[in-house]
């Protein structure tokens, strides 16, 4: 979350170390102990993933930076391997009843928190069941218990889901990164009345994972230490340390400098910088999330009351389409991303391209400032004296504020090609920088018009698909719910109930092409781009931090914090040093299922750089 990290914002952003080094220090990397160069390859360095940590509460954040800490030292039920497979991780096996409505997983046997409690099936339920029934524990995974009717632990290695549906989706709403991380109840139970304020900061946090989190301080670093009782094989480092910079810029000189092993989110110009440079190796990622700009069509609760400041005019479907068609996608592709990106259309990444869909002619906004021109003009939008057209209805101009995330340049470069072609159609856009910790408090209220924003996706699409639902929307009171741009469709959702259901991989792939067609003619989320993922690392002080094989272009897939960080090597070490090679230790059967929907595994989530919150 590197990517998802996670969890919303988009790709990263060039200079010297003394123009921006870590957040909270003022001379270079003091503010994280035990990071230097050389501590003997016993520490893993890299940065915080993405625009950083937003929360360590796990039923709260979205940031990539966060779904990554929570990888590491939360556990999930399974874990998804390169090409699409299922293995084991607290659960060695699981079964399906005939009706496809029950689900019993078998809980390994001898596990304990970092406290030296017991891990039981127990602490599975509980966690599952406070998301269904607490809608504060819900908010950030609430979409993925949705379908769930009830929960049990029948005995400490018995966890039993039963569902309202057969849902095909079943093996990834617990894994790593993109799903449900799993706590200790006997922590969390007395926190739930306090939930939306417990911020789960006393240390070392009480987990289980590859790691146990020992020291966090915000906007500077998190501190780890490794497991070396891990049940799928011990890190192979003894340490690992996540810094916090400024930009990407700081964290490309830190690394070039020694200081840091791995940066993902780079942009093209550090990419092309860093490629070739001795002992280090950058590399591409096959791109896992949407590039774009979100239109605030009409901010809502669930009940319908509409809230927040949005512009009237972006609910007419024609503005929006005639925005759609102002923008040059090819050209961003090429000036912003030196053409290391796909041009946007569909809403699921090319890292899925079982669910690749694409419009047809008759159905495609291309870029067409005259059409988007007659569009308007036909809708009665007439320019004044000033060249700003006017709604007919409010008598509003369609002068929109565009929201930008201040720690992204990608944002800053995009936004002015936006200004400048929508300014060819009568529409003014006053492009308002602001952090993503605003940003995001503002679109939860609705206050905005329009914002630029990505979001990646796991091997499994359903949370990414789920926050464009009806039941993403913030409840009565304006609060909980996931949407990114209060969109709301009852045909949209009754697909995303049947894909969830759909067992057979062409049947659902048929479903999600037609969601996403809906998504594209509403233009609420205009895809720009789809980002290649950019990072590179110390080749000459780590090795095994990439995982799988590039294909024709050369480009890896999609990379996992999760294993990455698993396998990251001392490159001098030996290939015995540090544990096994992560192979499921003592699992009674051998039990390797291909994922439903098949993919790969990637980070969910908005984010910023090479994610998005």
Same mark, same amino acid.
């Given at each position: 979350?590197?990517?998802?990290?996670?969890?919303?914002?988009?790709?990263?952003?060039?200079?010297?170390?003394?123009? &921006?080094?870590?957040?909270?220090?003022?001379?270079?990397?003091?503010?994280?102990?035990?990071?230097?160069?050389?501590?003997?390859?016993?520490?893993?360095?890299?940065?915080?993933?993405?625009?950083?940590?937003?929360?360590?509460?796990?039923?709260?954040?979205?940031?990539?930076?966060?779904?990554?800490?929570?990888?590491?030292?939360?556990?999930?039920?399974?874990?998804?391997?390169?090409?699409?497979?299922?293995?084991?991780?607290?659960?060695?096996? *699981?079964?399906?009843?005939?009706?496809?409505?029950? *689900?019993?997983?078998?809980?390994?046997?001898?596990?304990?928190?970092?406290?030296?409690?017991?891990?039981?099936?127990?602490?599975?339920?509980?966690?599952?069941?406070?998301?269904?029934?607490?809608?504060?524990?819900?908010?950030?995974?609430?979409?993925?218990?949705?379908?769930?009717?009830?929960?049990?632990?029948?005995?400490?290695?018995?966890?039993?889901?039963?569902?309202?549906?057969?849902?095909?989706?079943?093996?990834?709403?617990?894994?790593?990164? &993109?799903?449900?991380?799993?706590?200790?109840?006997?922590?969390?139970?007395?926190?739930?009345?306090?939930?939306?304020?417990?911020?789960?900061?006393?240390?070392?946090?009480?987990?289980?994972?590859?790691?146990?989190?020992?020291?966090?301080?915000?906007?500077?670093?998190?501190?780890?230490?490794?497991?070396?009782?891990?049940?799928?094989?011990?890190?192979?480092?003894?340490?690992?340390?996540?810094?916090?910079?400024?930009?990407?810029?700081?964290?490309?000189?830190?690394?070039?400098?020694?200081?840091?092993?791995?940066?993902?989110?780079?942009?093209?110009?550090?990419?092309?910088?860093?490629?070739?440079?001795?002992?280090?190796?950058?590399?591409?990622?096959?791109?896992?999330? *949407?590039?774009?700009?979100?239109?605030?069509?009409?901010?809502?609760?669930?009940?319908?009351?509409?809230?927040?400041?949005?512009?009237?005019?972006?609910?007419?479907?024609?503005?929006?389409?005639?925005?759609?068609?102002?923008?040059?996608?090819?050209?961003?592709?090429?000036?912003?991303?030196?053409?290391?990106?796909?041009?946007?259309?569909?809403?699921?990444?090319?890292?899925?391209?079982?669910?690749?869909?694409?419009?047809?002619?008759?159905?495609?906004?291309?870029?067409?400032?005259?059409?988007?021109?007659?569009?308007?003009?036909?809708?009665?939008?007439?320019?004044?004296?000033?060249?700003?057209?006017?709604?007919?209805?409010?008598?509003?101009?369609?002068?929109?504020?565009?929201?930008?995330?201040?720690?992204?340049?990608?944002?800053?470069?995009?936004?002015?090609?936006?200004?400048?072609?929508?300014?060819?159609?009568?529409?003014?856009?006053?492009?308002?920088?602001?952090?993503?910790?605003?940003?995001?408090?503002?679109?939860?209220?609705?206050? *905005?018009?329009?914002?630029?924003?990505?979001?990646?996706?796991?091997?499994?699409?359903?949370?990414?698909?789920?926050?464009?639902?009806?039941?993403?929307?913030?409840?009565?009171?304006?609060?909980?719910?996931?949407?990114?741009?209060?969109?709301?469709?009852?045909?949209?959702?009754?697909?995303?109930?049947?894909?969830?259901?759909?067992?057979?991989?062409?049947?659902?792939?048929?479903?999600?092409?037609?969601?996403?067609?809906?998504?594209?003619?509403?233009?609420?989320?205009?895809?720009?781009?789809?980002?290649?993922?950019?990072?590179?690392?110390? &080749?000459?002080?780590?090795?095994?931090?990439?995982?799988?094989?590039?294909?024709?272009?050369?480009?890896?897939?999609?990379?996992?914090?999760?294993?990455?960080?698993?396998?990251?090597?001392?490159?001098?070490?030996?290939?015995?040093?540090?544990?096994? &090679?992560?192979?499921?230790?003592?699992?009674?059967?051998?039990?390797?299922?291909?994922?439903?929907?098949?993919?790969?595994?990637?980070?969910?989530?908005?984010?910023?750089?090479?994610?998005?919150?």
């Amino acid at each position: 979350m590197t990517s998802s990290t996670p969890l919303r914002r988009t790709g990263r952003k060039a200079a010297a170390l003394a123009a &921006s080094l870590l957040l909270g220090t003022v001379g270079g990397l003091v503010a994280a102990p035990a990071a230097s160069a050389d501590d003997g390859g016993t520490t893993l360095r890299m940065p915080i993933t993405g625009i950083g940590i937003d929360s360590l509460n796990p039923f709260l954040a979205y940031f990539a930076g966060s779904l990554d800490v929570f990888s590491g030292i939360y556990p999930a039920l399974d874990t998804v391997q390169q090409g699409g497979t299922v293995k084991p991780y607290l659960a060695d096996s *699981w079964t399906t009843s005939s009706d496809k409505l029950t *689900w019993t997983f078998k809980i390994h046997k001898g596990l304990k928190w970092s406290d030296g409690k017991p891990i039981t099936a127990e602490d599975a339920a509980w966690t599952f069941n406070l998301i269904m029934k607490n809608s504060t524990a819900a908010t950030a995974n609430g979409s993925l218990v949705g379908n769930f009717a009830s929960v049990s632990a029948p005995d400490d290695h018995t966890l039993v889901v039963r569902t309202k549906k057969p849902q095909a989706t079943m093996l990834s709403v617990s894994i790593p990164v &993109s799903g449900i991380p799993i706590v200790p109840k006997h922590i969390w139970q007395s926190h739930v009345k306090d939930l939306k304020n417990y911020k789960n900061d006393s240390f070392p946090i009480v987990g289980y994972g590859p790691w146990t989190m020992t020291d966090y301080k915000p906007e500077q670093y998190a501190k780890f230490d490794a497991n070396k009782d891990f049940l799928l094989g011990a890190p192979r480092y003894d340490h690992m340390i996540q810094q916090a910079f400024k930009n990407t810029d700081a964290a490309v000189a830190a690394l070039r400098s020694g200081q840091l092993d791995y940066v993902s989110g780079l942009n093209p110009t550090q990419y092309q910088a860093l490629k070739g440079q001795s002992g280090i190796t950058a590399y591409e990622q096959v791109g896992n999330r *949407w590039n774009g700009i979100e239109v605030n069509g009409g901010a809502r609760t669930r009940d319908g009351k509409k809230i927040g400041t949005g512009h009237p005019a972006l609910g007419d479907a024609k503005v929006r389409e005639a925005l759609a068609r102002a923008i040059d996608r090819a050209t961003i592709v090429k000036k912003v991303r030196n053409g290391l990106a796909q041009v946007g259309a569909g809403y699921l990444p090319p890292s899925l391209p079982q669910y690749a869909w694409h419009p047809s002619d008759p159905e495609k906004f291309d870029y067409d400032p005259a059409k988007a021109n007659s569009v308007l003009d036909q809708a009665g939008y007439k320019t004044g004296s000033d060249g700003i057209r006017v709604d007919p209805k409010s008598r509003r101009k369609l002068e929109f504020r565009l929201g930008i995330h201040s720690d992204d340049d990608a944002d800053a470069k995009v936004s002015t090609y936006l200004s400048g072609w929508f300014k060819q159609i009568g529409v003014k856009v006053d492009i308002e920088s602001m952090s993503s910790a605003k940003l995001n408090a503002d679109l939860a209220k609705g206050d *905005w018009d329009i914002l630029m924003d990505s979001w990646s996706t796991g091997p499994d699409p359903t949370y990414l698909l789920g926050i464009q639902t009806c039941s993403a929307l913030p409840d009565g009171k304006g609060e909980g719910g996931s949407t990114d741009s209060f969109f709301c469709d009852r045909n949209y959702d009754d697909l995303f109930l049947r894909q969830q259901s759909a067992f057979d991989v062409k049947e659902r792939a048929g479903l999600l092409r037609q969601m996403q067609a809906i998504l594209y003619k509403a233009n609420e989320n205009i895809m720009i781009y789809n980002a290649n993922g950019l990072a590179a690392y110390r &080749s000459d002080r780590v090795s095994g931090i990439v995982i799988g094989k590039g294909d024709s272009t050369g480009a890896f897939p999609a990379q996992v914090s999760f294993d990455q960080y698993l396998h990251a090597t001392p490159a001098k070490a030996s290939s015995s040093s540090g544990g096994n &090679s992560g192979t499921v230790i003592g699992v009674s059967v051998a039990v390797v299922v291909a994922l439903a929907a098949g993919g790969l595994f990637l980070a969910r989530r908005r984010s910023s750089s090479d994610d998005r919150e």
